[in-house]
């Protein structure tokens, strides 16, 4: 019997991990979890059409990619084919929410085309098991599949690594 239950405990695990090359299992961000800047929900499902670039973030670590969102701004995508979600993992940090307010304010102006998700509870680190206290990269097909993930601060053969993705999948 233990050994069922560990075993159905290690798939369920597995099962709500995203991995690369599946699309990951639908999450909507919204109410006490957080949603987009206008306080309206967010779902995955918008991950879907264009190739999306999704940068998973602790407020405290908003300038460890800095790098990749400035290739990604010189490299000139098409933003009918191409998009980037911002989700700040608010429940990451000691700053205040009205210190982090402004600093996206700052940001949207910076990069218009971005969306903008506040996270409050880190509810993609528990539904997609993404790194908290961190800065995540992923990057999404047109069809809504992960083609790539990586925690941390992107060295420059992994940003050249994303923008070759990005070519190959526009």
């Keep these: 019997m233990k050994k069922i239950l560990l075993t159905a405990l290690v ?17 909507t961000i919204e109410a006490e979890d957080g949603g987009l800047l206008n306080n309206e929900a967010w779902s995955s499902t918008m991950l ?5 670039v999704l940068f998973y973030v602790d407020p405290d670590e ?11 701004k010189k490299r000139g995508y098409d933003f009918n084919q191409y998009g980037t979600v911002a989700i700040i993992n608010l429940a990451a940090t000691w700053l205040p929410n009205f210190a982090i307010k402004s600093s996206l304010k700052s940001k949207q102006e910076e990069y218009p085309n971005t969306t903008y998700v506040k996270d409050k509870t880190k509810y993609l680190v528990k539904e997609w098991e993404l790194t908290d206290d961190s800065s995540d990269i992923l990057v999404f097909n047109k069809k809504g599949a992960l083609i790539y993930q990586f925690a941390g601060e992107l060295p420059p053969e992994e940003i050249d690594k994303v923008l070759k993705l990005i070519d190959k999948n526009i």
């Design 11 to 27: 798939v369920t695990s597995f099962l709500s991990a995203i991995s690369v090359g599946e699309i990951p299992k639908e999450v």
């Design 62 to 72: 908003k300038d460890t990619n800095n790098a990749l969102s400035e290739a990604l």
């Design 48 to 52: 879907k059409e264009k190739v999306f």
